[in-house]
């Protein structure tokens, strides 16, 4: 279970988790007509077997898992109201690593920091503080009867082969050579791959001072450099702190993207501005603030 993370605790040691893929989140839930920060599942490789005892509308969004409602084909972004008894078959993924599933009304899950979202290391969150596992059930919330869902008139695609960033905290401990390396060649998702961090293999590349600094916080989407000269990108369960130099940061529009890259997968960096970062975020949040405005 998670919805937009359990922000400002990281003074207190306390990552923020939230979907790995914010944005596909966001979209789900504007589709049943839940508040964009509501609560839902998501799946990561594969996907499960869901039996609803109630009537529902549910949908599915973010990277392609093939999915069957009682064997016939389930549509990703659309809204679908079904009755009680009803099955759900979802796949393993045809495209990036995550899909959401999200129901109007949300889930009935006491709320710890203010969040629904699983922080499986502390196993707080969620249900039980875990992965969902066969035969746990989670109670529906009480859906607004009012709520109108938002109607998606175009296909979701971002192009995950470039990862844009901005300079980060040691920028300057690395050389023209090392920032060179840094963007022209692609680097590799690697198996160890999980929501706290994503390692890669590629161009490795040092800085001209220590390999370590002392330790300070370390922000969403960091990347960082260890002993190996292989970049690190911290994510969404990351831990607060570390001892890495930090040559880039993930801006803020391509975080949806690093939640749907998976091992294997290929990308070359791209250095941007820190205004053109802000461009683009803002570009992000215009598309989802006028997808709110078009509620039926």
């Known amino acids: 279970v998670q919805d937009l993370g359990r922000k400002g605790y990281a003074h207190l040691g306390i990552s923020a988790a939230g979907a790995a893929d914010s944005l596909s ?5 504007l ?11 998501e799946m990561t490789i594969i996907g499960g077997e869901y039996l609803f005892q109630q009537d529902a509308c549910i949908t599915l969004a973010g990277s392609y898992f093939p999915a069957q409602i009682d064997g016939k084909e389930f549509p990703y972004y659309q809204a679908c109201h079904i009755k009680k008894g009803a099955k759900l078959t979802i796949g393993s993924t045809r495209d990036g690593a995550r899909c959401y599933l999200a129901v109007q009304g949300g889930f009935q899950l006491p709320p710890q920091l203010g969040s629904h979202s699983t922080h499986i290391m502390t196993k707080i969150g969620g249900l039980d503080g875990g992965i969902l596992q066969k035969g746990q059930e989670i109670n529906i ?3 607004d009867q009012k709520a109108a869902g938002i109607t998606l008139n175009q296909t979701i695609q971002l ?19 090392a920032w ?14 999980d929501r706290m961090g ?7 590349i040092h800085s001209l001072t220590a390999q370590q600094i002392t330790t300070e916080g370390i922000p969403l989407g960091a990347v960082q450099v260890p002993g ?6 911290s994510f969404v369960d990351h831990q607060t702190t570390g001892g890495y130099p930090k040559i880039a940061n993930v801006i803020t529009a391509d975080i949806c993207k690093v939640g749907q890259f998976k091992p294997g997968d290929k990308f ?20 989802v603030e006028k997808l709110t405005r078009t509620r039926q």
């Not at 192009?159 to 920028?171: A, F």
Request: net charge negative; glycine share 6%.
């Open 141 to 143: 919330g009480d859906p």
């Open 25 to 29: 989140l966001r979209l789900a839930n």
């Open 31 to 41: 589709l049943v007509g839940n508040p964009e920060h509501e609560s839902a599942l």
């Open 228 to 233: 190996n000269g292989r970049p690190i990108i």
């Open 180 to 193: 060179k390396a840094l963007q022209e060649r692609p680097y590799t998702i690697s198996q160890a791959f």
């Open 198 to 204: 994503l390692r890669t293999t590629g161009p490795a």
């Open 268 to 287: 070359q960096f791209q250095l941007v501005t820190m205004e053109e970062a802000e461009v683009l975020r803002l570009e992000q949040e215009s598309f």
């Open 159 to 177: 192009d995950r082969s470039i990862l844009r960033i901005t300079r980060g905290l040691q920028h300057d401990w690395f050389d023209s050579a």
